[in-house]
């Protein structure tokens, strides 16, 4: 087995976890220029219960490249659990005779958690409800690192959907291992978890809360936007009330710092006015670039 055993929660991981897989993917960079194989005969499983692009594909990628082969439905309707009422234990207790390692979204928070406790091979959460998206903030992390140079010292803003947004849990809560200031910007209906904001207090950090785009793009160093989870929200006219808040237009930019970043974990709907993209703050391309060196890190970190 390897280093790392699952990938569930951000909170399982120590600042030494984080820093080895950072370290890793940068290595990552030139196992993939050189085409190693390094996880040859390995085989990954994706248990996709929800939309995916980005973190599906780029954890594909990521094995593909590194020599393993993957499996998985194509659509969750034309597997047992989604079409004959097949419970989530059993799809795991079958498919981990399959496969080395689970990367597992479901749309249940607590989801990657059971599957594990069910599980004999590795699992990855790759989105987990609202609650946690660890493989993204690793991501995210990754690519402020590279961008920026180093995490400490930042000033990071997390906007738009605090509230649903699941990246922006993790990343918050990897944040506690570094020394940042954050700013949490989003509709008043939308705020981050108390929970959540009371643990970046614990670590030491310095918070700010806001409930407008302006009050916290101006000192940022990093500006991380979010979408509006539409699916998330139990009645469809809460969300009717704060859609189409929290639009970065690109006017805003003249708000900016010079060197300022802006992320995004993607798919966007209007919170980013496209033509932002082709200046030198817009990165959220290169962010799902890092996605594959980073899961690269993440499976060889597991496999090897
Ligand atoms: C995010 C997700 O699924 O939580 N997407 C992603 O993995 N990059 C963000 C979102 O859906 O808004």
């Given at each position: 087995m390897g280093v790392l055993h699952n990938l569930i929660s951000?909170?399982?991981?120590t600042r030494e976890h984080i820093d080895m897989i950072l370290d890793r993917a940068t290595e990552m960079e030139e196992v993939a220029a050189l085409r190693r194989k390094i996880l040859d005969g390995k085989i990954m499983a994706c248990l996709f219960f929800e939309p995916s692009t980005r973190t599906r594909l780029s954890f594909e990628s990521a094995m593909l490249r590194l020599g393993g082969s993957v499996l998985g439905f194509a659509d969750v309707g034309v597997s047992s659990a989604g079409g004959k009422g097949e419970t989530l234990a059993d799809t795991i207790r079958t498919v981990e005779r399959y496969a080395d390692v689970i990367v597992i979204r479901h749309p249940l928070d607590g989801s990657a958690r059971v599957a594990a406790e069910f599980a004999n091979c590795p699992v990855i959460n790759a989105g987990s409800g609202a609650e946690e998206h660890p493989t993204q903030a690793l991501l995210d992390l990754y690519s402020i690192r590279k961008m920026k140079g180093s995490i400490d010292g930042l000033h990071i803003a997390l906007c738009g959907d605090l509230k649903y947004g699941r990246t922006v849990h993790s990343l918050a809560m990897a944040l506690t291992e570094y020394n940042v200031e954050i700013t949490l910007a989003a509709p008043e209906q939308l705020a981050m978890k108390p929970s959540i904001i009371a643990e970046l207090k614990r670590a030491g950090l310095s918070v700010r809360v806001v409930n407008d785009l302006d009050g916290a793009i101006r000192q940022a160093d990093v500006i991380y936007m979010t979408r509006i989870q539409r699916e998330r929200f139990p009645d469809i006219r809460e969300y009717d009330a704060v859609k189409g808040r929290f639009r970065l237009k690109?006017?805003?930019?003249?708000?900016?710092?010079?060197?300022a970043i802006i992320l995004h974990p993607l798919p966007r709907v209007d919170e980013l006015d496209p033509r932002i993209d082709t200046t030198p703050h817009a990165k959220y391309f290169d962010q799902v670039e890092a996605g594959v060196v980073t899961r690269m890190a993440i499976l060889d970190l597991i496999l090897s």
């Amino acid at each position: 087995m390897g280093v790392l055993h699952n990938l569930i929660s951000i909170q399982d991981l120590t600042r030494e976890h984080i820093d080895m897989i950072l370290d890793r993917a940068t290595e990552m960079e030139e196992v993939a220029a050189l085409r190693r194989k390094i996880l040859d005969g390995k085989i990954m499983a994706c248990l996709f219960f929800e939309p995916s692009t980005r973190t599906r594909l780029s954890f594909e990628s990521a094995m593909l490249r590194l020599g393993g082969s993957v499996l998985g439905f194509a659509d969750v309707g034309v597997s047992s659990a989604g079409g004959k009422g097949e419970t989530l234990a059993d799809t795991i207790r079958t498919v981990e005779r399959y496969a080395d390692v689970i990367v597992i979204r479901h749309p249940l928070d607590g989801s990657a958690r059971v599957a594990a406790e069910f599980a004999n091979c590795p699992v990855i959460n790759a989105g987990s409800g609202a609650e946690e998206h660890p493989t993204q903030a690793l991501l995210d992390l990754y690519s402020i690192r590279k961008m920026k140079g180093s995490i400490d010292g930042l000033h990071i803003a997390l906007c738009g959907d605090l509230k649903y947004g699941r990246t922006v849990h993790s990343l918050a809560m990897a944040l506690t291992e570094y020394n940042v200031e954050i700013t949490l910007a989003a509709p008043e209906q939308l705020a981050m978890k108390p929970s959540i904001i009371a643990e970046l207090k614990r670590a030491g950090l310095s918070v700010r809360v806001v409930n407008d785009l302006d009050g916290a793009i101006r000192q940022a160093d990093v500006i991380y936007m979010t979408r509006i989870q539409r699916e998330r929200f139990p009645d469809i006219r809460e969300y009717d009330a704060v859609k189409g808040r929290f639009r970065l237009k690109y006017e805003d930019l003249e708000l900016l710092k010079e060197n300022a970043i802006i992320l995004h974990p993607l798919p966007r709907v209007d919170e980013l006015d496209p033509r932002i993209d082709t200046t030198p703050h817009a990165k959220y391309f290169d962010q799902v670039e890092a996605g594959v060196v980073t899961r690269m890190a993440i499976l060889d970190l597991i496999l090897s």
